[in-house]
């Protein structure tokens, strides 16, 4: 019996077994399973609760945000997402429970009685639960004691009836908690509150936020509880889905710099976010990973490019190769480095640097065609495959608009220069079109496509008559137009670099010398999924302890460049660089062993992680963990107690706690501080090259 056969059959047996759905939603099936169930069926089933009304969606309106982030997911799992409306907010564990839906997304506070009943995520959020009053409103409570024979209204299902049960316990007041109708949301409650119909309530301030923005009548009076953490819910048993929106989440927040950044300023702007964003694409000769390092021609010349402006590099690598341009103009990135050829078309949206490179559009064939051509004359009759948006396809329209008869076939925009050649050399496409520096790198190391002749508008006159084969293309940056500064730095930038050592050695490995391109190829992350040799013990001891494996597997390439036996000089050895004495703690009997390194690495990440205060988000969680184990908890307090002195954000790593970090090498700061002077510095880097290599990560290996 097939795999797919036999997941139909357990949907079948698990269904039967499952209650009937409500009376009201005859259209609910129960179907429990894991994470193959949800890619079996292609659909993630997301419940949420019912919208009260239709009503104008608002930027940073919690539903609104965990909606667009379930989608993502979904998308993410290669599946689509069914968003599946609960009236009653009470029915949405049910209804999870049974196997009505996969995944609950609906701002759930985690409580211990929920957690005996779902599997929580962690969190997509740490908030605070206000008190809130209607503004102007007589006697107003102020702080808890004035809470004594006072009427609160909330759902009784909720959070917010058991922190008020639990404040009355703690404290001795009489106040009496008046049920709401579970179908009724917050802010619908919130709303009647500010309009004098309901005395007090209570809301989480994320969504606080959102409503005052528009509801001027809500008046915060004073925090109930804080460091309340909301998260998305899964069935007990959907381990694997729990641990992929574990992965997810942690991914969300941690990159949430590069997803929320659509400036579209100059160099200033650029030299003020610490960070030069290049749009490129994933392929042997661009930008990828191999063996947990980023390589490719155009990654290592926009790195000189970052170096030169003492800025941090981020590659970004749109799914569909045409969606670079339009990605450029909305902001997404800086600059286009994917040795982009300048056309007229192009420059009438775009600006181009001057060339780096250049470079011929070469029509390839298979090697074993039985009628191969040498000539653009023997197109007659013939179909050429290429990519819409590139500009061999600009080449080719003109070349027959000008009488050759021959069809161009468009590619899809997701296909990579090698599927290309491997369709060329099968024959299933007739010919095709490559740049001549990509196809020097392949015919290195195969022989099963050759060149048929280098294309070229207006094409050259008879042979007798011209004297070269093929108009060089120039390959440049590509940025707005309207981004003067930049484009005049790259043209420096391009004018100073070529002939130097470093940009002449980059062109050689990769377009040369390039023996080893086939290994390449077969490794690097794109086509393999795989970082290092240790991929499936990062995962096992990741999801174990609810981290995401790409993150793991970032911190220890910090830390050994993934080689178990490395070795420091203060002692620390293995893949985590665990010291003997940590490693005994942990219980990892060998820290020399990968699978024993990787676990205590993993585990102690954890800890460092779970001793934080809870009403620090995540992301910032993440950071001050990775800080910790790179310098020690003391040192990471210690600055974020400076980090409050200098009146900075000290529940912030980049651009708050790092810089009280680095003055701790101070006397005038170190000699005052709990745990004495630090290197700075060292955490400080540690973090930050973590974040730029799981950046790296994320962009081009899914979890």
Known sequence: MSRAALVTLAALLLGSCAPPPPRERPDLVAALGDLEMVRERGVLRVLVPALREKSLPRQGHPATEDREMARVFAARLGVRAEFISVDSRTDLLTLLEQGYGDIVTAQLTVTAGRQKRVRFTRPTASVSEWLVGRRGAVSLPRSVVDLDYREIHV?????????????????????????????????TIAYEVSQGRRPLTVVDDNLLTSIESYNEDIERLFVLAEGRQLAWAVHQDAENLGSAANSFIIEHYLTGHRREDHSTGDLGVIRERGSLRVLTLNNPVNYFLYRGRMKGFDYEVSKMAAVRLGVRLEMVVPPRRDLIFDWLLEGRADLIASTLS????????????????????MVVQSANAAAPISDVSELEGRQIHAWASSSHYETLVKLRDAGGGFEIVPVPEDMEFEEILDRVASGEFSLGVVDSHILSAELAFRDDVTIAFALEYPPPPPEDQHTVLARDKAVAFAVRPGNIELRAFLDDFVRDIRGTLEYNDARRRYFEDNRGLDRVKERRAAVSGRLSPYDELFKL??????????????????????????????????????????????????????????????????????????????KHRLRFALAAYNAGWGHVADARRLAAEKGWDQNKWFGHTEKAMLLLRDPR???????????????????????????????????
């Open 669 to 703: 700061y170190y000699r005052r501080a709990r745990h004495g002077y630090v290197r700075g510095f060292e955490p400080v880097n540690y973090v930050s090259q973590i974040q730029n290599t799981y950046d790296h990560y994320v962009t081009l290996v899914r979890p």
């Open 342 to 361: 300048v056309t007229p078309e192009r420059q009438e949206t775009l600006a181009f640097s001057r060339p780096y490179l250049f470079i011929q559009e």
């Open 155 to 187: 759902r009784p299902s909720s959070a917010f009836a058991e922190t008020i049960k639990n404040l009355a316990r703690q404290t001795g007041i009489d106040v009496r908690i008046v049920p709401v109708d579970e179908e009724l949301d917050t802010e």
């Open 541 to 618: 001891y990741s999801k174990r302890y609810d981290l995401d494996w790409r993150l793991m597997a970032a911190q220890a390439y910090q830390e050994s460049r993934f080689d178990p036996r490395a070795e420091s000089w203060a002692g620390a050895v293995g893949l985590f660089q665990l010291l003997p004495s940590t490693a005994h703690e942990l219980g990892s009997s060998d820290p020399r062993d990968p699978e024993s390194s990787i676990h205590g690495g993993i585990k102690y990440m954890y800890l460092l992680l779970e001793r934080q205060d809870e009403r620090i988000p995540l």
